[in-house]
């Protein structure tokens, strides 16, 4: 007898399992349903990040365009920067040799023409000390 007790034991186990198993049509078209919808979320999910990748390679490609402007932008300006450092050291060499020869012309003038010098820094050294008395006047009222 308890060898028929252990087959029925599985039996009626088994016969509970597959009856707990069994779905409704109801519950199989809900199943379904969700199914499809959540694959049509996905489909769309998927679209929208194809697209966000779209429009980041093309985000990428702006990029790359605008680096490559900002580094012609360096490149002319370092060029700039130089041929303005050049021409401040022509400007200062220019400027010290103008003050050389105003030296030289003033050396000359003294020495060559001695009357003129005299009459010319005369006047240059009275207009000098007027202007300085005219401003004082002005500052002190």
């Not at 007898?1 to 088994?14: D, E, H, I, N, S």
């Not at 697209?51 to 990029?63: E, K, Q, V």
Request: net charge positive; glycine share 6%; charged share 20%.
């Amino acid at each position: 007898m308890q060898a028929l007790a252990m087959p029925r034991g599985v039996f009626v186990l088994a016969l509970g399992l597959l009856l707990a198993g069994c779905a409704t049509r109801d519950s199989v078209e809900e199943a379904q349903n969700s199914a499809n919808l959540a694959d049509q979320h996905a489909g769309a999910a998927a679209s929208a990040a194809a697209n966000a990748d779209s429009h980041a390679a093309s985000a990428d490609s702006h990029a790359g365009a605008a680096q490559a402007r900002a580094d012609e932008a360096a490149g002319i300006g370092n060029a700039a920067m130089t041929a303005a450092q050049a021409a401040d050291q022509k400007a200062s060499s220019a400027q010290s040799n103008v003050a050389r020869a105003n030296a030289r012309i003033d050396y000359l003038e003294r020495h060559l023409m001695p009357k003129h010098w005299a009459a010319t820094h005369r006047k240059a050294k009275h207009k000098a000390a007027h202007k300085k008395q005219q401003t004082a006047s002005n500052s002190g009222t």
